[in-house]
């Protein structure tokens, strides 16, 4: 039996004991001397969180614009790679926010769950249901589909009414929970800088999982996160942080300090669950 | 003075007298058996259609999930690089459907634009303004956005009535027009298998390009594409073709072949501006 993205993710938020998920958003400008200039810097920085958090973390989540702007894919393949063989049972979350008709579609499931090994990727709503299938003809794949996000253009779409006062993505949230995710392979993406709207999410769509960015750099409150978006088990959230943990420290010891964040960060969470 | 994407664009349409864009899909499956399993295939095959073609177009456009699902990142690096040099003028669109938060996106606004050098890019609307505007920081190129796509889920989202009876395409298209094309760097794409719907945003949007797929082999119907989306001048269109001009020949002329569907669908959509 093969483990799914799903199944993966519960158990990694048992065995660590977290709903903490790294943001892998490497930047080299900010990365300690030692390793600037070296041409596999973002591997190195990225191995170096990954090792001092896994037992932190209930999943890891590369941003795949901060490789691709560097030409870096091939040290994001050797990431994901060292992650899987590594720390096997924590999932990897490719960010990615594709979304394209069918066939492209096919192309970007290649890309993410053959070339790149992810578990699940980041995939936008706004092509319909037919842009997300070919990444469920993947069973032991996850779709993590915007929803709210936690930037201001947020509700320049997302807030419209579209009928009788409900929102798009509640909408969104509606039509995942109850048309496309027949497979159980679905989750969404609802920004920590709007407890309520985690709230209302998580009323729509029962346990399924929320990834939740916005804690951390981008001022998105924990406990108004936990208490919002929990499920009845205290699990259900992967609340994701990435320049709070990555960038906590400046030099060789940078990995210490991201160790030591991150531990704050996943007691802060557990303290509200 | 630098020339920017929309008047390459227009000096595209009078130069080659076209509103044609070729898409370049490369599927290596589908490639002549000279080409089968090279390294550089996917190069050599889009070279030779778009040394076929650039005299019949107003516009390229890769679409970047068919090289990255095959590690092809460098191939479409030459590839771009091949247009610039050999057939200066002739803008190239990297349809990458991008949107993310504005840090990200800055990242992927490198990526298209200082890797790649491409003149535009499209991208997604669901996550609002900001998540635009690192790409308008780039004043010589253009951002194309999602509007009406022409997927047959294309309607779940686009279609929602979002207040006395304005449909969520049609505030996209006015958004866009009216709000975020601040700087004349925006356009639309709208698929070409609605055109009563082209013929809406043509309505909202005054002049603005629109970048219309779905003819070829998604059935969509040239005449009413045409009459439904062109300016009063006779351009304002970028009517995408991929497939059905790709893989028109499947030997050593493949390119020959390729030339001819694209100056039969040339011909044809000037029959009607």
Known sequence: MTTTFTQSLAAAWQKNDSLLCVGLDPEPTKFPAHLQGRPDAIFEFCKGIVDATADLVCCFKPQIAYFAAHRAEDQLEAL????????PGIPVILD?????????????AIEAFERFQADAITASPYMGRDSVTPYLAYPDKGVIL?????????SDLQFLDVGNGERLFERVAKLVATEWNTTGQCALVVGATFPAEIARVRSIVGDLPLLVPGIGAQ???IQATVEAGKTAGGTGLMISSSRAILYAGKDENFATASHQVAQETRNAINRYR
Chains 1, 2 share one sequence.
Do not use: M, W
């Open 80 to 87: 994901i790679a060292h992650i899987h063989e590594r720390h």
């Open 96 to 108: 990615a926010k594709r979304g394209d008709i069918g066939s492209t579609a096919e192309q970007y």
């Open 146 to 154: 915007l929803c709210r996000t936690s930037n201001p253009g947020g």
């Open 219 to 221: 001022g998105g409150d």
